[in-house]
């Protein structure tokens, strides 16, 4: 049975931590343990997970991965923690070093994604605070919507130093129909050598009735730029449940790639995401 790495999957406690995006997301508005994402993954053989932070408020980055460190410690699914940092403010430096401290915490996310300044990650505070990782050897998460590509392309000429990981696909907008220029943005961030992708959180950018015909156009374009050796899967759980189960969502992927041989799979589904978090 195929080994899996899930490299993007959350865990969240809404009793104790703030997490404001949630807010009108009825549905995700709960606690999420890792039982719950035991049973949602159900059969597959996920071996390990990279839990990416679920962008909780400024105030609980540090309290979030504390309260993860625990989790890995019982439980033993979590291999490697992406955190939470406001890297554009003046305090991010200090921040960075508390999250280094922590064994697991291999990387940072900063997100353009809920933020309405499509310039965002062109700003020179967020560029001067993605610099700063390297010297924590932590890798930066992108995760940026489709019309926000151009400021990230800017982010990723301005880091050359930096190793990052493109989260959920770049974020196109499938629903409408939109292959260009996301295809466009995408294969120039490919050019990049020290930049890899991960295939996930596609399935809430479809249609409400999404066929795995509609997603395949964009995965095997992911496949065609960054090639095998520079993608990575992610299931986005629980999010993804407003679109897909789990099964769901891994079948479709299946099938775009149904013709990558088993080495191909085996770097995609478990070894890449081995050795980028280091584990």
């Known amino acids: 049975m195929q080994k899996i790495i ?4 959350h865990l969240w406690d809404v009793a104790n931590l703030d997490y404001p995006w949630l807010k009108g997301f009825d549905l995700l508005e709960q606690k999420y343990t890792p039982q719950d ?7 597959l053989n996920i071996v390990k997970s990279v839990h990416v932070e679920g962008d909780p408020s400024e105030t609980h980055v540090v309290q979030e ?3 993860l460190s625990k989790i890995a410690e019982e439980d033993g699914m979590i291999g490697a923690i992406a955190a939470a940092a406001p890297l554009e403010k003046p305090n991010a430096e200090s921040i960075i070093e508390q999250l280094a401290t ?3 915490v291999v990387g ?3 997100m353009a994604w809920h933020n309405p300044d499509n310039q965002f990650y062109a700003s020179p505070e967020l560029i001067n605070g993605v610099k700063l990782l390297p010297k924590y050897n932590l890798t930066f998460e ?5 019309d926000q590509l151009p400021a990230a392309i800017e982010l990723v000429k301005a880091t050359p130093d930096v190793t990052h990981a493109i989260n959920h696909c ?3 907008n499938i629903k409408d129909g939109e292959f260009e220029p996301w295809a466009t943005h995408m294969k120039k961030l490919a050019v990049f050598e020290n930049v890899c992708c991960k295939v996930s959180g596609i399935v809430t950018t479809a249609s409400e009735n999404w066929t795995p015909e509609e997603l395949k156009p964009y995965i095997r374009h992911l496949v065609e730029s960054f090639g095998y050796d520079r993608l990575m899967f992610g299931s986005d759980w629980p999010v993804c449940t407003l679109a897909a189960e789990y099964q769901e969502w891994y079948n479709a992927l299946l099938y775009a790639i149904d013709d990558a041989s088993d080495s ?5 589904f478990y070894q890449n995401a081995f050795e980028f978090y280091r584990m």
Do not use: M
């Open 170 to 172: 770049g974020g196109p």
């Open 264 to 268: 191909e799979k085996n770097r995609f």
């Open 142 to 146: 992108l995760c940026a919507k489709s």
């Open 108 to 110: 940072i996310r900063r």
């Open 6 to 9: 899930d490299t993007h999957q």
């Open 65 to 67: 991965v504390e309260w």
């Open 102 to 104: 922590f064994e697991l």
């Open 37 to 43: 994402y035991r049973e949602a993954f159900d059969s």
